[in-house]
């Protein structure tokens, strides 16, 4: 067939464990299979308030990160710049760029992160930063 569709209560989202001791758990939902998606990889993630993901490099993979809800802080690059957007706003991050997903808010954060090629090559992980 030559669509796949993935549809929004069909996902399940799982908890992932904290970036950071003390802060809440974020999710994820796999959208990857639910979509049987080929040539990239994607996920919805939900970040609570005041939450982070770790702070890394993808060997392979451009990322691009798309606001759902909320507003999406990012640390880009070493040292680290930071960003800041809105709904409707998309970062694209080339391999081997240092990043670093935030919800500095004090709402939730809904984002559509996908990347491309679906290999998984590895990453390299920093130290998390405090700007």
Known sequence: MGYHVAEA??????????AVEGHAPRQAADVTTAADLKQSRARFWRYP???RGRRHADHAQ???FVVIAGTLTMLLGD???RIDVGPQSVVAVEPLTPLQVRNAG???????IYGAPPAREG???????EI
Do not use: M, S
């Open 9 to 18: 209560g069909a996902v399940e989202w799982e908890e992932r464990a904290p």
């Open 49 to 51: 308030p005041q939450t």
């Open 62 to 64: 451009e990322e691009v």
């Open 79 to 81: 040292p680290p710049e």
């Open 106 to 112: 004090d709402e939730e954060l809904v984002l559509f």
């Open 123 to 129: 990453a390299d992980f920093f130290d998390d930063v």
